[in-house]
């Protein structure tokens, strides 16, 4: 099965989340981060920066949980196409 090209609008969003992980870890080692989410490092650091423009839905909820991170919240901060969390 072909996978249809994303959007720019699905590219972005990608960015997007991978920002607010990355805020959400702060200063917590990556590695850490990976762990405690079951994933490797090196797939964290894509999901981060944005190459990984949409992560299956298991591995965002599997960093949600270990970044104490509600999904509500996460979903909300992309819908509304803020980049911080606070809000």
Excluded: C, H
């Amino acid at each position: 099965m072909v996978r249809p090209p994303l959007t720019p609008a699905e590219r972005d969003r990608g960015r997007r989340l991978g920002a607010l992980l990355r805020e959400a870890r702060g200063a917590r080692p990556p590695a850490e981060v990976a762990a405690a989410s079951g994933i490797s490092p090196e797939v964290l650091r894509k999901i981060e920066s944005g190459r990984v423009p949409t992560p299956a839905f298991f591995t965002v909820a599997a960093l949600a949980r270990a970044l104490e991170l509600p999904l509500d919240r996460l979903a909300a901060a992309l819908d509304d196409n803020r980049t911080a969390l606070s809000a």
